[in-house]
């Protein structure tokens, strides 16, 4: 079954905003999950027991909110991962977006970063997200060094870099992997993921592009106990508690 059959749109809100997104106006009758506005906001809903609360990409609040105040500067382990040292603030490819947290976080600290998003819906969600989080005046610069496209990165990569004029130094990989979060909530979260895009089987092609796209190296989010992405062998790994990054280095920033 695809998306557009799972996938219930509605509320007399969202038509516009569907308009201006580019987003297809769908309806399915039966359970699923339904996109609508909720309290301002562009959210994916479906049966809180097996999906949990409504999804949404949220720059203002929340855990995002929270990770750019205390999470840590460039020493978290994502800013490492993507060369952010003291004064580089390289140009960042976050070539499976999701719900641009990462990409959020690289931006907050300097980065120039594209987002790239091959499901419409999710790139929906960011969409949304970065135009609510343009209104809050202490975001303003973060959210103007953040460019959104949607696309398959493993396919259009270099046509969407073509597009936005710039050149990667960094492309960033978080492929979608059979976490095992004890969570209940992540769980549910990647629950509804999975329900929309699968997972990457194509993993290893998106990382022969991202090594041919970027200038300078490719970091990879993996659980910290997984494999490497098949093919060639990462040269240095940078590991957390329950994360790790495979970095794949052509030249030092």
């Known amino acids: 079954m695809s998306w557009q059959e799972r996938v219930v749109v509605c509320g007399e809100s969202l038509e516009p905003l569907a308009d201006e997104l580019g987003l297809p106006m769908v309806s399915t009758a039966g359970p699923g999950l339904t996109l609508m506005m909720q309290a301002g906001a562009l959210v994916l809903a479906g049966d809180e027991r097996c999906y949990g609360k409504p999804l949404k990409a949220d720059f203002v609040s929340g855990r995002t909110a929270h990770r750019r105040r205390f999470g840590g500067g460039r020493g978290q382990l994502v800013a490492k991962a993507c060369g952010l040292g003291k004064t580089a603030s390289p140009v960042i490819v976050d070539a499976t977006a999701g719900l641009g947290r990462d990409g959020f976080v690289l931006a907050s600290l300097g980065a120039r970063v594209v987002l790239v998003e091959r499901h419409p819906v999710i790139h929906a ?65 990647m629950r509804v993921f999975r329900e929309l895009a699968g997972d990457d089987a194509d993993a290893a092609c998106l990382l022969e592009t991202a090594l041919a796209t970027a200038t300078h190296r490719v970091a990879v989010k993996r659980p910290r106990k997984a494999p490497p992405i098949e093919g060639v062998s990462p040269h240095h790994v940078i590991a957390g508690k329950t994360s790790r990054y495979d970095l794949y280095v052509h030249r030092g920033l």
């Open 125 to 189: 969600l960011l969409a949304d997200a970065l135009q609510r989080a343009r209104r809050v005046d202490e975001l303003a610069d973060v959210v103007s060094r953040m460019t959104l496209r949607q696309g398959d990165a493993s396919r259009d990569l270099a046509a969407i870099m073509a597009e936005v004029e710039l050149l990667p130094q960094v492309v960033h990989l978080d492929p979608m992997f059979p976490h095992r979060h004890k969570s209940a909530l992540v769980k549910k979260e």
